[in-house]
Antibody, heavy 121, light 107 residues
Framework: EVQLVESGGGLVQPGGSLRLSCAAS????????MHWVRQAPGKGLVWVSRISSDGSSTTYADSVKGRFTISRDNAKNTLSLQMNSLRAEDTAVYHC??????????????WGQGTLVTVSA | DIQMTQSPSSLSASVGDRVTITCRAS??????LNWYQQKPGKAPKVLIY???SLQSGVPSRFSGSGSGTDFTLTISSLQPEDFATYFCQQSYSTPPTFGQGTKLEIK
């Protein structure tokens, strides 16, 4: 059974830092591009960042560029998101997701339940 | 970025009803359109990918259609477990973007 389990969320003050982790199991983690998607309370889904299967390529949403860093450890089947200079608008549940990709389709195949990050004084 | 607009934002329906949700892209995305279902406190789950392909394990009462800029998700006969929020998502270009969601509630 495929599992993605996020951890590391919590309450942090504006300007603070937090590191999220996503533990993957049940599939060949090292073969998949991985993504972070966030969801503010009562709101929709917003893409945050992605990393290639070997970790050599990363991309970020403009709203987090320069503040967040995505990384992965394929030996430990773990995805991470280092979040610095946090703002109130970063408050959200953060989901990790694996991307299925073929020549004619691409979609988020598996998702974790998410970890809540609250940025507040 | 490609903007995705869903309608309606919310919908009340009864068990057994046929329901259609619409998603419109701000530019052509060919068939790079996916639909997800999300229940409160749970992770999203893919229902339809590439506009009309049913994900393995998803009941056949769910179907998707469309190409270019206009897409629909249809539930042919609503079941109690279908009351949830539905999101469309384009995978044509980076960044991937989602519709704002359609909350399907029991009438």
């Amino acid at each position: 059974e495929v599992q993605l389990v996020e951890s590391g969320g919590g309450l942090v003050q504006p300007g603070g830092s937090l590191r999220l982790s996503c533990a993957a199991s049940g599939f060949t983690f090292s073969s998949y591009w991985m993504h972070w998607v966030r969801q503010a309370p009562g709101k929709g889904l917003v893409w945050v960042s992605r990393i290639s299967s070997d970790g050599s390529s990363t991309t970020y949403a403009d709203s987090v560029k320069g503040r967040f860093t995505i990384s992965r450890d394929n030996a430990k089947n773990t995805l991470s998101l280092q979040m610095n200079s946090l703002r109130a608008e970063d408050t959200a549940v953060y989901h990790c997701a694996s991307l299925y990709s073929s020549s004619w389709s691409e979609y988020f195949q598996h998702w974790g339940q998410g970890t809540l990050v609250t940025v507040s004084a | 970025d490609i903007q995705m607009t869903q309608s309606p934002s919310s919908l009340s329906a009864s068990v057994g009803d046929r329901v259609t949700i619409t998603c419109r892209a701000s530019q052509s995305i060919n068939s790079y359109l996916n639909w997800y279902q999300q229940k409160p406190g749970k992770a999203p789950k893919v229902l339809i990918y590439a506009a009309s392909s049913l994900q393995s394990g998803v009941p056949s009462r769910f179907s998707g259609s469309g190409s270019g800029t206009d897409f629909t998700l249809t539930i042919s006969s609503l079941q109690p477990e279908d009351f949830a929020t539905y999101f469309c998502q384009q995978s044509y270009s980076t960044p991937p973007t989602f519709g704002q969601g359609t909350k399907l509630e029991i009438k």
